[in-house]
Each structure stands twice: as structure tokens, then as C-alpha cells.
């Protein structure tokens, strides 16, 4: 919240006070000569926008927009304007520009405001799913709060509670696809599709899978979901998924339609591999091989639109493991700090090998973090988890320009609460602390989840 009240702070000050010098040549030499050089989005909300924007030198500084031409009241090297009366869930452009320069030399900021004025909805960091202390499933969503560093407990409840499922953000809904459910104290594998609406507060039952799916990768490309590789059995060697690609039309017909085809090139048959999808391609990597339950390092990626993987060599982890927690970071135009690296990061994890079980009867947790940044060629080794675990949650806000690390297991089924926080925008020169405010509950094999991207 320090980064708003600065900016309110500042517009207050500009309007009621006024720090003035005479008007020199070099400052008429400098509104001419000034250039708009970096622009954000300081505050978003469904129906209004705070622009900021630098200028090369003290000048005024003017915001184009469809509505008209909103111009600064003081000169500054910093601006910022409150564009109202803004369309929820709407895309929107403008120009900023400095002083007496050109409507086609400004810069260009695009953004989509929110869809509900319910902040903590869109920015905030949805905990589903994981087992807990006793063993279950955990029924009870979590939603936290970074920029407030609040945590809504028991905010929903997932109908069908279920373990080592598909948990995917898609067009603002969570998806909730098979998994293990626990039947009369037994698992059994689920083929339940659930997708939940944070905005109404609604869960509603789609198609089912065709098969279960369990311990798979999952990723959102443009109208659909991907599920790729996993078991439909909770012994791996009984159940594997050779090669082949399960994709979710979420708008076809009244439940949406799944379909399932081979893939053109061969897919890692494995359970419990890290993924995410980054520009139309899933990065997957490490997790168990389906008849031995070895530990792999090996990363391919998936590319949706020619249903093949890449056609370059992704690096290996720098160690094999399994049930790592993965988050793509992808920071957009609209957040605070745009220029920050595009990465595919995998968090903790196991190093056993040998298990062929869902869920796993042994493991080995590790504290190694790892990064691959997108353009590079190779993981880079990050720094240290305060302690091994496995199979914790992972995700980043943009808004306070921190990854988050959210629970795990210490060891074999003993599940913690605690959550550690990184710097995001360099993650490779920092270090994992403590966060002050530990999950509501205890869980490991959960999915953390934004829903705006």
C-alpha cells in the first residue's frame, strides 16, 4: 500500500501547493527539448486509472486519451493523472508526452482495468488444494493479500476436495481437474472438473475428464487449457500417460469438451514435474519417471499451436527432483515494474527417487531454487530456501515486487505454514526471509494462483 498512498500524497501536495521559480530560458529551452521516458500504471481499478510518467527534463506533461486531453497542473520531471469514468474489464491506450512534444513521440501505454472494485480478488494469491495434517484433502481455499498482508481464511471451499490435481488459472476462474480424492480412507483417482468464479462466489461442475489425471502439468493458452504427461492411477506404473495431450474447451457447449490427441513429438511420461505456461509454450521439467519413480533434471516445452515441443534445447535443473514448486513470471505493462526478466522458476522439491506411489511414501526435501530466465541457456542456481521442503507453492505479486514461497512438506506427510518472500526483481542476487504472516493452515502439494495472468 506504500507505493499508492505516495502517489495520493503527491497529488495532494501538487494541487494545494505550488513551489515556483521564474521562468529562465533554460526552462523554455527545456519544456521544448523534453522527452516522456518511462511510463506505468500507479493504481488500477474497475472504473479509474493513475498514469505515471518521467520527463527528460522539469516540464508539463500531458495524457491523450479516447475521452480527450488531460494536462498536468505543474511542472515536474514526474507526473501523475487519475483517468476516470473507465469501463470495467476494458482495454484502454494513451499517449503521455512532456512539454511541446509531438502526440506521435509520446509514450504509449496500454492497459485492461479490473473487473470488480474487489482489489484483493485480482491481485491477491489464491492457496488451493494440498494435504493436510491428517492426511486429507483440504477442502478450504486461502486468499492472500500481499499489498495489505492479509489473509482470508476459508474464503471458499473446493466441492470436491481433492490431492495432486490440475489447478489452473483461465480467463479469471480457477480450475480445479482431477487429482485423488479420498474415498472410505482409500484414494482413488478423480476425473472431476470444478471451476470456480471469484468474482461471484460461484463454483459450477464442467465435463469430466476423459480419464483421471493425476500429478500432471497444466497451462492456460489462449481459449484453452492443456493437460500433458501424469497418471490416471495412484500407482504409476499402472497408469501412465504416454504422449498424449487432454485439451479443455471451456466455452463449447454448456459444460465445455474435452478432446485427447497424440502429441507430434515425444513428452516426458512422467508425474510430478514443475510447469507453467509462458507465451504459448508449457515449460515442464524434473518429476518421477512413471516405471522406476527415478528423479529427472531434463526440461522440454510444449508449444500449444503447432502441438509440438520446441524445436530448441531448454536446460537441464542443476538436480534431479520431483515435486517442485514452479511460477512463471511474467510481469506486463501495466505493473509497477515492467522492464523486470521473464523467468521459469522451480522451488524446493524432492531428490528421492525410487517411489512409484501417489502420494509418495518417501521423499528427500531440498532447498534449492532455481531460474531459468527466457533468452538464457541454462537454470541459474538462486539462493537457498531457509529450509528444505517439498512440494510447496509458489507465485509472485507484482504489485510489492515479491516471489512467495507458501508451505511444503519438511518431511514425509508433515505439512508447515510457513511462508518465505524474495525479491522478484533480482531474484538471483537475494535472499529467501521469513515472511510475518504463515497460511491459515498447514499443506504441501497445493497450487498458488493469481487469476489476472
Known amino acids: 500500500m506504500r507505493g499508492i498512498y505516495s502517489v495520493f500524497i503527491i497529488l495532494f501536495i501538487s494541487k494545494y501547493f505550488c513551489f515556483c521559480t521564474a521562468a529562465g530560458l533554460s526552462e523554455i529551452l527545456g519544456e521544448e527539448s523534453a522527452r516522456a521516458e518511462f511510463a506505468f500504471v500507479a493504481k488500477l481499478g474497475p ?74 480478488k485480482t491481485r491477491g494469491i489464491w492457496i488451493l488444494g494440498g494435504i493436510g495434517n491428517d492426511g486429507l484433502p483440504i477442502k478450504e ?29 483461465h480467463k479469471n476462474k480457477i480450475y480445479v481437474i482431477g487429482g485423488m480424492e479420498n474415498v472410505s480412507g482409500t484414494y482413488v483417482s478423480s476425473s472431476k472438473v470444478e471451476v470456480y468464479d471469484p468474482y461471484t462466489n460461484i463454483w459450477e461442475t464442467k465435463s469430466s475428464l476423459p480419464s483421471g489425471s493425476i500429478g500432471a502439468v497444466a497451462g492456460s493458452i489462449g481459449g484453452e487449457i492443456y493437460i500433458l504427461s501424469g497418471s ?43 510447469g507453467c505456461a509462458i ?77 512409484v506411489f501417489q502420494p509418495a511414501t518417501s521423499i528427500i526435501p531440498t532447498n534449492r531454487t532455481e531460474f531459468y530466465q527466457l533468452g538464457s541457456g541454462s537454470f541459474s542456481l538462486g539462493p537457498s530456501l531457509p529450509a528444505s521442503i517439498y512440494f510447496p ?3 509472485t505479486s507484482y504489485e510489492t515486487r515479491k516471489i512467495f514461497s507458501f508451505g511444503g512438506a519438511s518431511s514425509i506427510n508433515i505439512p508447515e505454514n510457513t511462508v518465505y518472500s524474495l525479491d ?30
Open 232 to 274: 490416471n492411477s495412484t500407482d504409476m506404473t499402472n497408469g501412465p500417460v504416454f504422449n498424449t495431450i487432454l485439451k479443455f474447451y471451456p466455452e463449447l457447449g454448456i459444460n465445455g469438451q474435452w478432446i485427447s490427441f497424440s502429441s507430434a513429438s515425444t513428452i516426458f511420461n512422467r508425474v510430478d514435474m514443475s
Open 279 to 355: 507465451n504459448g509454450v508449457i515449460f515442464y521439467t524434473g518429476g518421477r519417471t512413471y516405471n522406476s519413480g527415478s528423479a529427472n533434471s531434463s526440461t522440454d516445452g510444449f508449444a500449444a499451436s503447432a502441438n509440438t515441443t520446441t524445436s530448441f534445447s531448454e536446460p537441464s535443473l542443476g538436480e534431479s527432483k520431483h515435486g517442485a514448486a514452479s511460477v512463471c513470471i511474467l510481469p506486463s505493462s501495466q505493473d509497477p515494474f515492467p522492464a523486470d526478466g521473464v523467468y521459469f522458476a522451480v522451488i524446493g522439491g524432492s531428490t528421492g527417487s525410487g517411489n
Open 141 to 169: 481455499v486461502d486468499l492472500f493479500d500481499p499489498v495489505t498482508d492479509i489473509w482470508y481464511s476459508s474464503i471458499t471451499n473446493v466441492p470436491s476436495p481433492r490431492i495432486f490435481a490440475s489447478i489452473v488459472h
Open 393 to 395: 507453492a509458489v507465485q
Open 47 to 120: 472504473n479509474s486509472a493513475v498514469l505515471s510518467w518521467n520527463c527528460s527534463k522539469v516540464s508539463k506533461g500531458t495524457m491523450y486519451t479516447s475521452e480527450g486531453i488531460i494536462p498536468s497542473t505543474q511542472s515536474s520531471k514526474t507526473h501523475f493523472s487519475e483517468w476516470k469514468n473507465l469501463n470495467a474489464n476494458t482495454s484502454y491506450k494513451v499517449i503521455l508526452t512532456c512539454g511541446s512534444q509531438k502526440i506521435e513521440e509520446g509514450s504509449i501505454l496500454e492497459f485492461t482495468t479490473w473487473i470488480s472494485n474487489d482489489p484483493p
Open 424 to 453: 522478484s526483481g533480482n531474484p538471483l542476487g537475494s535472499a529467501w526471509v521469513t515472511h510475518s504472516s504463515p497460511m491459515p493452515r498447514r499443506r504441501y502439494a497445493h497450487k498458488a494462483i493469481r487469476i489476472d495472468r
